[in-house]
């Protein structure tokens, strides 16, 4: 029996291989022996007719493929990256690599071909939290623990569907619920997870802001401040104080679209909870005042010390798998590598540790500016973006103009795969090993259940044989993941409070690690002066918005059975039975109006594109507002590329679109 760690959301459930089945790991702390329907069926995604178990080379985009050798791809790779200049060359990296993935393609793009263009999908997922933290906190470190619901009187979920993206997690919420844990949702629809709340909270989309600062008004005027913490820990309390003086309360409410009793109803179990978390995820992440967003929520944490402590928190929850270990890495462009930035102190340091000199200054490309910055080669691993970029008609005519892309997958069937010229077959989840961090710090090892298919490497193997191949031998010779591991480990030492040094790869097989318990313990912030910072921030209203042409508003997410564009999880007939891969929530007042019945096929078009669907009629959703699945892989034809000015993070939750019946 082999133990391992599901490669699919940022939970991270505990799992063991036995007899060519997977069942939950009783010991496990994370999950006790639970797995959610996709975890269960991890297995069917190995041995699929969708593999892509070789590579494969064109010259144009409109030839076909033609098989090819490993040598005759990485050569062909290798030789435009010497000839391009290094800041037309991209790579473009997946929450779902490993972290040994990443360190090696991290080292080898900023250390050695010297350009910071590497970004990460999870640029669209969670870089609104991560530079969040940072200004709040003062490093990008996630300050909330799963079992802390436990310990907590109130749980808020907002724009967070775990019922459906973090399955086993919300089924420990729904375990603490017996405990006397309440549960508030706040979100435009009424989600699987809003049916095992106390309340729920239909608010407007967009309007989050707004919730969270009349909260912080509240905690202000009736002096519910933690006084102490606010004078040892915290700056701008004062200015923050002195701004909600003068805040509209009336028009904030009003934008909300919550009465005044319903607000009060939150505000009783708000003000009689002492121990509070508030959780969001894409919801609050995917906007275009994303940052802001998240402030606004670690604000009302801050006001009132509740924070750093058992129960409490503000707890941005990671989508994928390794996400977390991504941002340790350094797999952001926007950073350097183990929490370090672009400073002078810290390049030097990381130059020294690489043996390089040539690290650049300033950031790089994040994936959503990628396709527009006229590069020469870009080199994407383990994602999809012509999938899950917004605006995609826009991205497919963007992306036909870079002269090399090569995807390196497991699988073939990828919308981007139509636009590549290499095709590079990649080990997925089961076939091979390493290391990820689940959405709560807790580092685990991802165990090889199987062989390695045909001609298939992991995706660490294939970053090195291009650096070897580009002449760097000597800082690329790896020969395991563990070997990886251990380098990587030794470059936690240069930012201390990143103990991942504490911990050893064989440990990894036998018990997770939680990194950063010590920041916890003691209260620590990691600003020039060692205090937290409160910012003041106002909804501006910047998303696109409704008007005669286009009166509805898209939202998009997953569904529980569903992994993004489905590459996987299509696959076993189990996971298409819970809900459809297609469908359009619509409420029955605008269904009505549109002459919309159940199961109407309907046309969806926003000014960027359309897209077909089927209308599901409920009384769940917000009238005026719709939402479509990711799992539609046409989604993005309809999304708007609006993008918060800092976290460079789509704002996929509020496309002006209109409905048509489609005549059968």
């Keep these: 029996m ?21 069942i939950g790991d009783v010991v496990y702390p994370i999950n006790e ?7 269960v069926s991890e297995l069917i995604s190995i041995q699929t007719p969708t593999r892509l178990l070789r590579p494969h080379i064109r010259e144009d985009i409109n030839n076909e493929y033609k098989i090819s050798s490993w040598d005759d791809a990485i050569q062909k790779i290798s030789s435009t990256i010497k000839e391009t200049p290094k800041e037309k060359i991209g790579f473009y990296l997946s929450g779902q690599l490993l972290t040994e993935d990443y360190y090696v393609a991290n080292k080898l793009m900023k250390g050695f071909i010297g350009s910071n263009n590497i970004d990460t999908n999870s640029r669209t997922c969670m870089a609104s939290a991560v530079v969040a ?25 907002v724009g967070a569907n775990t019922a459906e993206a973090h399955v086993v997690f919300h089924n420990r919420i729904k375990l603490a619920k017996k405990s006397g844990l309440k549960v508030v949702t706040i979100d435009p ?3 699987d997870t809003a049916n095992d709340a106390d309340l729920h909270l239909s608010i407007k989309a967009g309007s989050d802001i707004d919730f969270f600062n009349l909260i912080s008004k509240r905690i202000i005027d009736e002096n519910l401040i933690d006084e102490e913490f606010l004078k040892e820990h915290v700056n701008n309390f004062e200015l923050l104080k002195n701004k909600f003086k003068r805040v509209p309360v009336t028009k904030m409410l009003k ?11 939150f505000w009783e179990i708000y003000k009689n909870s002492e121990n509070i978390i508030s959780a969001w995820t894409m919801g609050i992440n995917q906007s275009v005042q994303g940052v802001d967003k998240n402030l606004s929520i670690i604000n009302t944490h801050l006001l009132t010390g509740k924070i750093f402590k058992d129960g409490n928190g503000p707890f941005s929850l990671t989508g994928q798998p390794n996400a977390m270990g991504g941002r340790e890495v350094g797999g952001l462009s926007t950073m350097l590598a183990v929490h370090l930035d672009f400073e002078k102190e810290s390049i030097k340091k990381v130059s020294k540790f690489w043996n390089t000199n040539k690290i650049q200054n300033k950031a790089g490309l994040t994936a959503t500016q990628m396709l527009e910055a006229n ?37 073939e069937n990828s919308e981007t795969s139509k636009f590549a010229h290499i095709k590079l077959p990649a080990a997925p989840w089961g076939e091979k090993e390493g290391t990820q961090t689940n959405l709560d710090r807790t580092i685990t090892k991802q165990e090889k259940l199987t062989r390695i298919s045909i001609d298939c490497k992991p995706d660490w193997e294939i970053f090195q ?6 002449g760097y031998k000597d800082a690329f010779n790896f020969t395991s993941s563990k070997e990886i591991f251990e380098e990587y480990q030794e470059m936690t030492k240069l930012n201390q409070h990143l103990n991942i040094y504490e911990t050893s790869y064989e440990k990894l097989s036998q018990e997770p690690f939680i990194w950063g318990e010590e920041i916890r313990k003691n209260r620590q912030f990691f600003t020039k002066n060692k205090k937290a910072n409160i910012h003041f921030v106002e909804n501006k209203v910047l998303s696109e918005k409704t008007n005669l042409k286009y009166p509805l508003n898209l939202l998009t997410g997953r569904t529980r059975d569903q992994w993004h564009s489905g590459t996987k ?24 109006k549109l002459g919309i019945e159940n199961g109407s096929i309907i046309k969806i078009i926003s000014p960027r594109g359309e897209i077909t669907s089927k209308a599901f009629i409920t009384e769940k959703i917000l009238e005026d507002t719709v939402f479509v699945p990711v799992s539609n892989r046409n989604i993005n034809y309809l999304t708007n590329d609006l993008y918060d000015r800092e976290s460079f993070q789509p704002d996929y939750n509020q496309t002006s679109i209109k409905i048509e019946k489609l005549k059968t």
Aim: charged share 25%; aromatic share 8%.
């Design 189 to 191: 629809r009424f989600t």
């Design 33 to 39: 022996g639970k797995l959610c329907s996709k975890g």
């Design 255 to 265: 934008r909300t679209g919550l009465s005044t009793k319903q607000f009060e109803e």
């Design 465 to 470: 044989l291009i650096a070897q191949d580009l």
């Design 569 to 592: 999880t299509n696959l076993p007939k189990t996971l298409l039975k819970y809900k459809e891969l297609d469908f359009c929530e619509i409420n029955p007042i605008n269904a009505k």
């Design 133 to 157: 933290y940072k200004k709040a906190l003062g490093v990008d470190f996630v300050p909330v623990r799963m079992d802390d619901i436990f310990k907590s009187d109130l749980l808020i979920l």
């Design 2 to 22: 082999i133990k391992s760690v599901c490669g699919y959301c940022g939970v991270g459930c505990g799992l063991e291989f036995d007899m060519n089945k997977l």
């Design 375 to 411: 590069l020469d080669v870009l080199v994407i691993c383990h994602t999809d973006p012509i999938y899950h970029l917004p605006n995609r008609n826009k991205m497919e005519e963007l992306i036909k103009k870079i002269p090399l892309v090569i995807e390196i997958n497991a699988y």
